[in-house]
């Protein structure tokens, strides 16, 4: 029997039924009464859709920075090659894992009071990162990410407690409509999509090139968009993507000429640290899920 079951299990999931069930936490923790670091309406479009794409927010020169670190780290011959995932038909790069230990840059990048200030503003809390990672859509061959909650996963698979986490997704290429760029649906953060099916042994080795368990329902999926459409994050090189652990989102293949690329961090709440894993399955190794190596992020 694993330690999580120590833990009360707020968002049960994967015990064989598709079901949704009320979100218990706050999308911001910050209170009312302190100061936002970006607009209050941007808040608000947060809190309401689940996310917020902040425009141009690093300059030419800095992402031409995080551009040739990211070329870099495609080549490195020190990198551990369990934390390159590639394409399963092409051996394209798909991702590359534990950036911010694998880089200086990418570790200072997370730590910018631009990203890392937010972070703390909307848990309300210390934060360290919880996962980081390069993904690729490479011209042609770029495969899709199917929809699902990061939530669902880092709590069953992670142990993550709450939902007290988000994702800042740092756009390094430009995102058009047609290349395989973030999609979201508006107003899905607010209902857990409880999965169906159990946690298969060592899933992380098939999930990261293509995910089938923790998925939601079809069913699920039309009422989610139903009740909230798709929103197509475009943005140009330099913005940053900022959405809620638990907001539904996925993305297409790349069938055009047009690589997209971003570097992506996750934050989590101090206090929300994980547990054992809420499945009867081992932890997922620490490039995945930062579990023994958990430092705040420098102020």
């Known amino acids: 029997m694993l330690a999580s079951q120590s833990y009360e299990d707020h968002y049960p999931s994967r015990q064989g039924v598709h079901q949704f069930t009320p979100r218990h936490d706050p999308t911001v923790y910050a209170p009312n009464d302190r100061a936002a670091p970006i607009a209050q309406e941007q808040i608000d479009a947060y809190v ?10 690093f300059s030419d020169v800095e992402i031409r920075m995080f551009q040739q670190e990211m070329e870099r780290l495609t080549t490195d011959k020190e990198g551990k090659p369990s934390e390159t995932i590639t394409e399963s038909g092409s051996g394209e790069v798909r991702s590359i894992f534990r950036v911010h230990e694998r880089s200086a840059l990418f ?3 997370a730590s910018d009071p631009r990203l890392a200030s937010l972070a703390r503003y909307i848990l309300n809390d210390e934060v360290y990162i919880h996962q980081s990672r390069l993904n690729f859509k490479p011209g042609f061959r770029g495969k899709e990410f ?3 909650s990061d939530f669902e996963t880092w709590h069953v698979e992670d142990g993550m407690p709450r939902m007290r986490a988000l994702s ?3 756009t390094l290429t430009e995102n058009f409509d047609f290349n395989g760029s973030l999609m979201l649906v508006p ?4 209902q857990f999509a409880s999965c169906a099916g159990e946690t298969p042994e060592s899933h992380f080795k098939t999930s990261l090139k293509k995910q089938e368990y ?4 079809d069913d699920q999926l039309k009422q989610l968009i139903g009740d909230g459409s798709i929103v197509t994050a475009k943005c140009k090189p330099g913005s940053v993507i900022v959405f809620d652990c638990n907001v539904m989102h996925g993305s297409n293949g790349n069938i ?4 997209r690329s971003n570097v992506f961090f996750v934050y989590n709440a101090l206090t929300n640290r994980v547990v054992e894993p809420f499945c009867n399955q081992p932890a997922r190794p620490e490039y995945i899920c930062s579990r023994q190596h958990i430092v705040p992020v420098a102020n």
């Open 48 to 57: 309401k859709n689940g996310f917020v794409v902040l425009d141009d927010l």
């Open 187 to 190: 107003g899905s953060h607010r």
């Open 146 to 148: 199917y929809w699902h």
């Open 168 to 170: 800042m997704s740092i």
């Open 214 to 217: 923790g998925v939601p329902s």
């Open 256 to 259: 055009t000429p047009a690589p």
């Open 107 to 109: 570790k200072k990048l």
